[in-house]
């Protein structure tokens, strides 16, 4: 079973960026589509951002033009650039890859919460 780790949450003020990174212990390329989740208290987990195995990128409109997904294959690696932080951002990030045979695999979330 392949393992996602997330990292690079914290608190920041409106305004603010984040990076979040999302490390997989095996080959990304086991992954056709990798994805940025969040779930905020007493809300649904919402598809925040995704990006296939070919760097076909899909945002939320909520995020669109402030949060950019990307992957470093290289690293084995997905991140989130979040610019532009609003307070309704706060919520756990959870990291997600889907591949063949029904893979989905999640990573355990990092929490990020936007206030002043």
């Known amino acids: 079973q392949v393992q996602l780790e997330e990292s690079g949450g914290g608190l920041v003020q409106p305004g603010g960026s984040l990076r979040l990174s999302c490390a997989a212990s095996?080959?990304?390329?086991?992954?056709?589509?990798m994805g940025w989740y969040r779930q905020a208290p007493g809300l649904q987990r919402e598809l925040v951002a995704s990006i296939t195995s070919g760097d076909i990128t899909n945002y939320a409109d909520s995020v669109k033009g402030r949060f950019t997904i990307s992957r470093d294959n290289a690293k084995n690696t997905m991140y989130l650039q979040m610019n532009s932080l609003k307070p309704e951002d706060t919520a756990t990030y959870y990291c997600n890859g889907k591949g063949l045979f029904n893979m989905d695999a999640w990573g355990k979330g990092t929490l990020v919460t936007v206030s002043s």
């Open positions: 095996e080959n990304i390329f086991t992954f056709y589509v």
